[in-house]
């Protein structure tokens, strides 16, 4: 039995408890009785909101959470997708590769390269490296190339079914506005599996990517080394263990 006044339902004598006590009993006539009290206003609104609110949330947390799954796993299978064009974009490019070049038919010495054919590997060298040349004037230096571009060296590294042809450059770059600001550098140009029909696979070259800074204030920059010896040894020594090297 429920009650809210301090008198006892059965005979009517006054009920003492406090306002912790759940139960009571009766000292009259020994019965026991629950004790229920008045709510206040914010315990009558609290009671309100978690009965109206609690539906609610849970009716925008489950779609929201499916919605999180759902994207995730959208995100994870576009990535796996693109991961997987990747590899065969790689594959067949590998394979388109092994198709176009004729490895058992790839240079091994220097001595291979025909005399006729040097003059077109400077030349397309000499324009890959004007081309790479990126970076060289700002408002207060104009870099340019000074005189010819020079070849000191040329390399066949080979191993097996594989080769790289690395030629060593030389050219001076002057400021126009600072005459007196000359840099000699020596540029890496490097060419991979080449065949003894030189000019038929020679394709695009690639210049080292090695930096080298013109200006002090490091505005200007090309690419290359500031000693034969540094282009020679991070570009052709590297490989002298493993690979056998030809030069001219």
Same mark, same amino acid.
């Given at each position: 039995?429920?009650?809210?006044?301090?008198?006892?339902?059965?005979c009517?004598?006054?009920?003492?408890?406090?306002?912790?006590?759940?139960?009571c009993?009766?000292?009259?006539?020994?019965?026991?009785?629950?004790?229920?009290r008045?709510?206040?206003d914010?315990?009558k609104?609290?009671?309100?909101?978690?009965k109206?609110?609690?539906p609610?949330?849970m009716?925008?947390?489950?779609?929201?959470?499916?919605?999180?799954?759902?994207?995730?796993?959208?995100?994870?299978?576009i990535?796996?997708s693109?991961?997987?064009?990747?590899?065969?974009?790689?594959?067949?490019?590998?394979e388109?590769?092994?198709?176009?070049?004729d490895?058992?038919?790839?240079?091994?010495d220097?001595?291979?390269?025909?005399?006729?054919?040097?003059?077109?590997?400077?030349?397309?060298?000499s324009?890959?490296?004007?081309?790479?040349a990126d970076?060289?004037?700002?408002g207060?230096?104009?870099?340019?190339i000074?005189?010819?571009?020079?070849? #000191? /060296?040329?390399? !066949?590294? =080979?191993?097996?079914n594989?080769?790289?042809?690395?030629? @060593? $450059?030389?050219?001076?770059?002057?400021?126009f506005?600072h005459?007196?600001?000359?840099h000699?550098?020596?540029?890496?140009?490097i060419?991979?599996?080449? #065949? /003894?029909?030189? !000019?038929? =696979?020679?394709?695009?070259?690639?210049?080292?990517?090695? @930096? $080298?800074?013109?200006?002090?204030d490091?505005?200007?920059?090309?690419?290359?080394?500031?000693?034969?010896?540094?282009?020679?040894?991070e570009?052709?020594?590297?490989y002298?263990?493993?690979?056998?090297i030809?030069?001219k």
């Open positions: 039995m429920k009650f809210k006044e301090k008198k006892c339902p059965n009517g004598a006054d009920l003492e408890f406090s306002e912790t006590d759940k139960t009993k009766c000292q009259y006539c020994k019965r026991s009785f629950e004790i229920e008045d709510l206040s914010i315990e609104f609290n009671l309100v909101y978690d109206i609110h609690k609610m949330k009716f925008f947390i489950i779609p929201l959470a499916i919605f999180c799954i759902v994207f995730i796993f959208v995100v994870v299978m990535i796996g693109m991961r997987k064009q990747e590899t065969n974009d790689t594959s067949i490019f590998e388109y590769k092994d198709l176009i070049v490895k058992e038919n790839l240079l091994t220097v001595n291979e390269i025909k005399n006729r054919d040097f003059d077109i590997i400077d030349s397309q060298a324009m890959q490296i004007n081309r790479s970076g060289v004037n700002d207060n230096h104009s870099f340019s000074d005189g010819d571009i020079t070849r #000191e /060296k040329l390399y !066949i590294i =080979s191993k097996e594989y080769n790289k042809l690395v030629i @060593i $450059y030389k050219a001076t770059y002057e400021d506005f005459q007196e600001d000359r000699t550098l020596y540029i890496p140009v060419y991979e599996n080449i #065949e /003894k029909d030189v !000019i038929s =696979s020679l394709g695009n070259s690639k210049v080292t990517d090695h @930096i $080298y800074y013109l200006s002090s490091h505005a200007c920059f090309t690419y290359g080394y500031e000693s034969f010896d540094e282009a020679y040894q570009n052709v020594a590297i002298a263990e493993d690979y056998k030809t030069e």
